[in-house]
């Protein structure tokens, strides 16, 4: 069954969310500080994470990097007071895949983490028909979530993957920070085009040989950017 878990030291926000997550039929898991969500994660193995950052022994921004660092690519949703663009940059820079800010909806919460459910499933009717889709040294696997360059297999967050593969599914076509944020997102977050920068630069250090000089996910100057096959 799909489990989701949340990481809050406040215990009114982890009970609101568990009446939530259990209503739509989700098994729930709950901790209070950074050192038990870890331990917490690798035991429980959740298919959603719900990150506070302002947590105590660890901040919810050093959480997300250590499960990347350690490979994990669970989808990530930051859930916080503090709002600005500051921080929703360093949350996808950390390997987020989305952001809400307190205070939050419940139901729109459990709509985010259903399309995050949603973008997760492999269903190969909601994805190109060809399983596989190669780029020069590159090759992007669409059934399992694996992207290779050179034969080396690249670790990608969730995100990240399926920012890339939607861009190689369109390759020349140029799209827009805000045509990408509503793609891949599924939102308009006026004034975070920001955060499509971040992931771009996060993908490119990953698959490019010199992420300076990108040879795949190039930038088209003040339009957006463009998948180039060869």
Request: proline content about 3%; hydrophobic content about 40%; aromatic content about 8%.
């Amino acid at each position: 069954m799909t489990r989701i878990m949340i990481v809050d030291d406040q215990k009114s926000i982890c009970n609101a969310v568990r009446h939530a997550v259990e209503s739509s039929g989700f098994e729930f898991c709950s901790a209070q500080n950074g050192h038990e969500a870890i331990r917490m994660f690798e035991s429980q193995k959740p298919d959603v994470l719900i990150l506070d950052v302002l947590l105590p022994q660890m901040n919810g921004f050093e959480i997300c990097k250590k499960l990347r660092d350690n490979g994990s690519d669970t989808p990530i949703i930051f859930l916080t007071a503090k709002g600005d663009i500051v921080d929703k940059s360093t949350g996808f820079n950390a390997g987020a895949d989305d952001y809400m800010v307190k205070p939050f909806s419940l139901v729109e919460l459990m709509l985010r983490i259903d399309a995050i459910l949603r973008r997760s499933r492999k269903d190969a009717s909601n994805k190109n028909s060809a399983s596989t889709i190669t780029a020069g040294a590159m090759e992007i696997r669409l059934d399992s979530y694996e992207v290779l360059v050179d034969g080396r297999k690249v670790l990608l967050t969730a995100k990240e993957f399926e920012f890339l593969a939607f861009m190689a599914a369109h390759p020349g076509k140029v799209f827009t920070r805000e045509q990408l944020l509503k793609q891949i997102w599924d939102e308009e977050f006026e004034g975070y085009a920001n955060s499509v920068t971040v992931l771009v630069r996060k993908i490119r250090e990953k698959i490019e040989k010199d992420p300076s000089k990108p040879t795949h996910l190039q930038t088209v100057w003040r339009v957006g950017y463009k998948f180039v096959s060869d």
